[in-house]
């Protein structure tokens, strides 16, 4: 069964409260080289509505990452915990950046999971944020 697709209007709303930046990893759409994804944090496939409580910006490689799951594996404690929610929990509780603004650092069990479970440092990420460390880790 099809799916109606999110209107102009909502979308935009997702954008703006975004800051045009991935909700995830921070990195700006205006240094995007893949378009940006308006994605459901609670996936549709888990019963996620089009509202704008559920939906968030995102880059294609954290959506990608990401895919269906709202719970990972801490790497420290080996518990699973919840991913990362941008509307319920604030960005600068979860993580923090690594002294040079090259590293995303999971700073408590849905940091460090999300971290690993959405590849927020993955190889290409840290090689923009090493060649362009203004628009980083904002």
């Not at 699973?80 to 929990?89: E, G, K, N, S």
């Not at 999971?106 to 944020?129: D, F, Q, S, W, Y």
Request: a neutral charge; one cysteine or more; hydrophobic letters at 40%.
């Amino acid at each position: 069964m099809a799916r109606n697709k999110l209107g102009k209007k909502l979308v935009q709303q997702v954008w703006e409260r975004a800051g045009a930046r991935c909700e995830y990893c921070r990195w700006p759409s205006a240094y995007n080289v893949d378009p940006m994804h308006v994605e459901h944090i609670l996936p549709v496939s888990r019963r996620g509505a089009d509202s704008p409580d559920n939906l968030a910006l995102s880059c294609a490689g954290c959506n990608l990452s990401k895919g269906s799951e709202i719970a990972a594996v801490d790497p420290d404690s080996g518990d699973r915990v919840p991913i990362f929610h941008p509307r319920q929990d604030r960005w600068e509780e979860h993580f923090s950046w690594s002294l040079d603004g090259i590293l995303v650092v999971g700073i408590t069990p849905t940091g460090r999971a999300t971290v690993v479970a959405l590849e927020l440092n993955r190889e290409a990420l840290m090689k923009l944020r090493d060649a362009i460390p203004a628009v980083g880790n904002q």
